[in-house]
């Protein structure tokens, strides 16, 4: 069985508040860790830097096991981590100074999980975003954050771009304007997930529908180290506002994040990193609630291809 790495994290316990993430108007070159999900230098108290993954779908920053004891981080305490196995308590550190860029997060407390798990030395999580917004330029390999009320306001103001409106639950932005054929689905933005992950709804009405073909046995690992079984399936006629992707591949399995976000019932999907990276950018505005997707205007870029027509 091939087995798809995911890290969807949720985590609640002995954490504390995280600081604000890097000022306004401040780019950050990013790479990408061997799932191809977006990777951040991340300094940590003036020590560094090391590679961090940029996860909208975790709840906190978390380090990784080894770079905490190579930083000599005294473990301060417990913390539950829900991945899409389950949930399990790990110990937590208290990380004196992160920083993106130039400006600190102070005395952060951060589980700790394996760095194998985790596909890089840490995670930024979403705790520090609800009041700001981030732009990932794909084609520039930089993201942006900044305070909502200093954003660009997001608008569909040229052919090549659509705007989204979402809700929030749990700190995530769940997108309403979205369909596979004729049905409605939920979306939720994951940047920590290197593969789209429907749920046992979406892949009824896949499946029902015709638009979803070659249903092959994987599994998908976790970030904590657990695993759960799920199928493969390339989904066609699949759309994003006025976006129609073809010949996406998308993972179906219960996971337990779509029972916490409410979604268990209807046709729900995590929008992972291999539908992202079809777009030119994705900005993504938690205070407004909206996200921008912008469509490449030509084929110039390898991974636009999953992108059908914008109509």
Known sequence: MNAWAIAVLLVAGTTEPVSPPPAANEAVDFGADKSQRMTV??????????????????????????????????????????????????????????????TPVRNVQAPLLKRGNLGAEGLLGIDSLQSKAILIDFAQQKIMVTPASKAPELNADEGDTIVIRARSRLGRLILADAAVGERKIAVVIDTGAEHSVGNLAMRKAAVKRGKAMLLIPTTLQDVAGGSVPAEIAVVNDMRLGSVTLTGMPIAFADLPVFRQLGLDKRPAMLLGMNTLRAFNQVAVDFATKKVRFVVPGDSSREDATQLASAE
Do not use: K
């Not at 560094?48 to 770079?67: C, I, Q």
């Not at 004891?69 to 004196?96: D, K």
């Open 41 to 102: 230098p991340v300094s940590i108290d003036g020590q560094g830097p090391f590679n961090f993954v940029v996860d909208t779908g975790a709840e906190r920053t978390v380090l990784s096991e080894e770079l905490a004891n190579t930083l000599g981080l005294g473990r301060t305490g417990t913390a539950e981590v829900h991945s899409i196995s389950g949930a399990q308590r790990f110990q937590t550190v208290t990380v004196p100074s992160l920083s993106v860029t130039s």
